[in-house]
């Protein structure tokens, strides 16, 4: 088992910069990067960020020049910085252990999902 715990979600105004880290434990062998998926209310599940521990990134379009992701290897630790947030980017903000040595933005790639953290964006 792999648990995955969030930190860092909040409320912000439209604007704003928000940093989400997400930290890994347990049977982490297996795990090869760690993505960020939102769900908004009323809305699917979606793919926002991933990285694998080999440094490669892959990023919705929407969120491309405003979203970092990065990793800290040794502390098996994700962090998805959020710049010049937009109110429909309100959603619980999940990390997910990536199970494919390469990018994927399909949900079924992701093993392992930590609780969610929400994230909301006010006018």
């Known amino acids: 088992q792999v648990q995955l715990v969030e930190s860092g979600g909040g409320l912000v105004q439209a604007g704003d910069s928000l940093r989400l880290s997400c930290a890994a434990s347990?049977?982490?062998?297996?795990?090869?990067?760690m993505g960020w998926l939102r769900q908004a209310p009323g809305k699917e599940r979606e793919f926002v960020a991933v990285?694998?521990?080999?440094?490669?990134?892959d990023y919705l379009d929407s969120v491309k020049g405003r979203f970092t992701i990065s990793r800290d290897v040794a502390k098996n630790t994700v962090y998805l910085q959020m710049n010049s947030l937009k109110l429909e980017e309100t959603a619980v903000y999940y990390c997910?252990?990536?199970?494919?040595?390469?990018?994927?933005?399909?949900?079924?790639?992701?093993?392992?999902w930590g609780q969610g953290t929400q994230v909301t964006v006010s006018s």
């Open positions: 990285i694998t521990w080999s440094g490669a990134t």
């Open positions: 997910a252990a990536l199970s494919t040595r390469w990018t994927s933005r399909r949900l079924e790639d992701y093993d392992y």
């Open positions: 347990g049977r982490t062998f297996g795990v090869h990067g």
